[in-house]
């Protein structure tokens, strides 16, 4: 094992972020305290504007902290976005209108220098992996915004990025897409062991791919509890979703969810 796999994916280190807005100082977070091991797979639940998508821009370094340190892999921040240690999938799609689906996969390999036909040739493995083999050659605008999702998960997937960070990738889409895509994640991270950080407003999804659930609360952005799910060893396929420890996971977060508003 490399020095560098045994570092761990996320180190936040007693971070507090501060935003000075016109009608005062908003504290978005406050004493974050997290380490997320590499290969790991850790979500954020919490109500809105508990400081979710703002811990995630921070460890992606596009927030600073106001105080306390970030480091992926045991690099600053600033160094790992630079560096490209990771793959970033949010809400917005965000991909470039002008550029086919292939070419939008291909750009971060573009951007790395491989070459035109090795960047094809993945570009065409991932879009098999997320289920849009057809659809190489259409531009964004001719998809649907769950297609157009996949293919910004297949972008970020594109440089097999050891840790992948994930604001509500799937908030948009139909549930059966929804949990396609959710076992495709859990199928895909296995095999890259990448580590995931995943924002989510759904506690059956945090609880159905997380190997921790990290529950926050707001005003100010904190962590309440950290709740480890544990399935007695059982996969994270179709079964898992209707067996009891399942159920008993999701009944675990939803009670420090509700724990977390009740302050
Ligand atoms: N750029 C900014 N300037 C000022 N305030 C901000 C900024 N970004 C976030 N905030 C504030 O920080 C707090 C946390 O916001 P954040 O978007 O991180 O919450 P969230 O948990 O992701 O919410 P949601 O679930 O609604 O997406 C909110 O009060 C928000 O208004």
Redesign the pocket.
Known sequence: MSAESREPAVAVDAVD?R???GSGE????QGIELTIAAGEFVS?I????????????VIADL?QPTTGAVRVFGKFARQARLDQDYGIAFQQAGLLPWRTVLANIELPLELHGVGKAARTARAKELLELVGLPDFAKHYPDQLSGGMQQRVAIARSLAERPKLLLM??PYGALDEMTRERLQSELVRITKETEAAVVF?T?SIPEAAFLSDRVVV?S??P?RIQEIVTMEFDGAARDEELRQSAPYFAMVTAVREALHAGAAH
């Open positions: 972020k935003f000075a807005t908003v504290v978005a977070l954020l919490g109500p809105s504007g508990c400081g979710k998508s703002t811990l995630l821009r927030e604001d509500e924002v407003h926050m707001p005003r952005g």
